[in-house]
């Protein structure tokens, strides 16, 4: 029997994060958008790694993340509904 290994995926989801932010410009959208945009059949297998992958972006400062309407913290990942928008 053959290992399965999960593969990684978060280059494509940086990717597609900040594509979505170029899509939207000044826009802001939920990480599950990002998730069910590639993943549209199971999308909520790709939930925490789009969060993951958001943090990383959000803390080197390339997208704004927010939690109603004010930027979260940089520590762990946020609980409940969060939007990402593109940092101009």
Not at 9 to 14: D, Q
Not at 33 to 44: F, N
Not at 52 to 81: A, D, F, H, R, W
């Amino acid at each position: 029997m053959a290992n399965f290994t999960k593969p990684d995926n978060s280059n494509i989801l940086a990717v597609a994060i900040l594509e979505m932010c170029r899509i939207k410009k000044e826009e802001s959208f939920c990480p599950s958008e990002v998730v069910k945009w590639i993943y549209p059949q199971s999308w909520e297998h790709f939930m925490d790694e789009v969060l993951e992958e958001m943090m990383i972006l959000y803390k080197t400062g390339k997208i704004e993340v927010t939690q109603n309407q004010l930027p979260i913290s940089t520590e762990g990942i946020p609980k409940g509904e969060v939007r990402i928008k593109a940092k101009f």
